[in-house]
Structures are given as C-alpha cells and as structure tokens.
C-alpha cells in the first residue's frame, strides 16, 4: 500500500484546509486510518485516527474531522479555526487492522507528509 498525503498550505489564523490521503493497492476499508502531524524540533504526535471507532487528539477535538471514502481508498482532515501551533508537516498512515490506536508505531504505512502552515 502506498499513501499520498496533500492539500497542505499556507493559511491565516482561523483559517480552513482540508488535507487527503490516496492510498493506491488493495482496498483499505479494513485498516485503520490515522493523522499524525510533526512541528519543527518536536516528536511526530497523534492528531486524529478513523477505524472501528474515531479518536481525536485533545488539541484538534472540535476544530478538525476526519473521515474517509473507502470506496475511493481517500482519507480527509478537514481543519478549522487554525492556529499557529497547528503547523506542522502532516502525515497519514494505515495499520493492518480496524482497531484505532494513538501510537505511531503501530501503522506501517505511511505517506510522504504535506506542510501546513498557519501565519499569525
């Protein structure tokens, strides 16, 4: 399976963007699929995660949504109300079962990462 993440950008506080994830290969209706976002000098962190059951990171819960169309093997982030502390490069990634889990380490395939900035 191989995911491509875009759609990042260079938006205004409180501003919109909504990030995809092509995945190509067999259909991933049966994966969990995951956010995951890394800022400058910092650790790669959860954001949000859509499988059996969907999960947000505290700090995205009420201003992003994930979803996704398994019919078109497409994962979505729609982000709002923006910060400049949501900046980050963005990356997806699917694991090999439907469970959600907030660890990185638990999906194995990964996407190459599109660069959200938020200007104050």
């Known amino acids: 399976v191989q995911l491509q993440a875009s759609g990042g950008g260079l938006v205004p506080t409180g501003g919109s963007l909504r990030l995809s994830c092509a995945a190509s290969?067999?259909?991933?209706?049966?994966?969990?699929l995951a956010w995951f976002r890394q800022a400058p000098g910092k650790e790669r962190e959860f954001v949000a995660a859509k499988g059996l059951s969907t999960l947000y990171a505290d700090s995205v819960k009420g201003r992003f949504t994930i979803s996704r169309d398994n019919a078109k093997n497409m994962g979505y982030l729609q982000m709002s109300s923006l910060k400049p502390e949501d900046t980050a490069v963005y990356y997806c990634?699917?694991?090999?079962?439907?469970?959600?889990?907030?660890?990185?380490?638990?999906?194995?395939?990964w996407g190459q990462g599109t660069l959200v900035t938020v200007s104050s």
């Open positions: 290969g067999p259909p991933f209706n049966r994966n969990a």
């Open positions: 990634a699917i694991r090999d079962s439907q469970v959600v889990l907030r660890s990185a380490s638990n999906y194995n395939h």
